[in-house]
């Protein structure tokens, strides 16, 4: 079984940051990447951001790029998101999951929340 835990959210004004943390632990040495998706109310799961867990590679979704940063710490199966120049639209419950070579994300933590006001 694979265990993923989230912390950091919170309520924050916008323009302002807050750090992501996403604690992974269990049976999770099939880890190809861990990644963090965010759903909004009224609205699908969307994707965030991604880290590749041998080669550090990192991609964002364009709305985030250039405000979120992705950064893991694969000896501790630790994710982190790092998010400045917070906008209202990223008001959402932000989830961390890893992706499983060849299968996809399967595994899931069970969210945190992010309020940004404006």
């Known amino acids: 079984q694979v265990q993923l835990v989230e912390s950091g959210g919170g309520l924050v004004q916008a323009g302002g940051s807050l750090r992501l943390s996403c604690a992974a632990s269990?049976?999770?040495?099939?880890?190809?990447?861990m990644g963090w998706f965010r759903q909004a109310p009224g609205k699908e799961r969307e994707f965030v951001a991604a880290i590749t867990w041998s080669g550090g590679s990192t991609r964002y979704a364009d709305s985030v790029k250039g405000r979120f940063t992705i950064s893991g710490d694969n000896v501790n199966n630790t994710v982190y998101l790092q998010m400045n120049s917070l906008k209202p639209e990223d008001t959402a419950v932000y989830y961390c999951?890893?992706?499983?070579?060849?299968?996809?994300?399967?595994?899931w933590g069970q969210g945190t929340q992010v309020t940004v006001s404006s």
């Open positions: 999951a890893i992706d499983v070579k060849g299968v996809g994300y399967v595994h």
């Open positions: 269990g049976r999770t040495f099939s880890t190809h990447a």
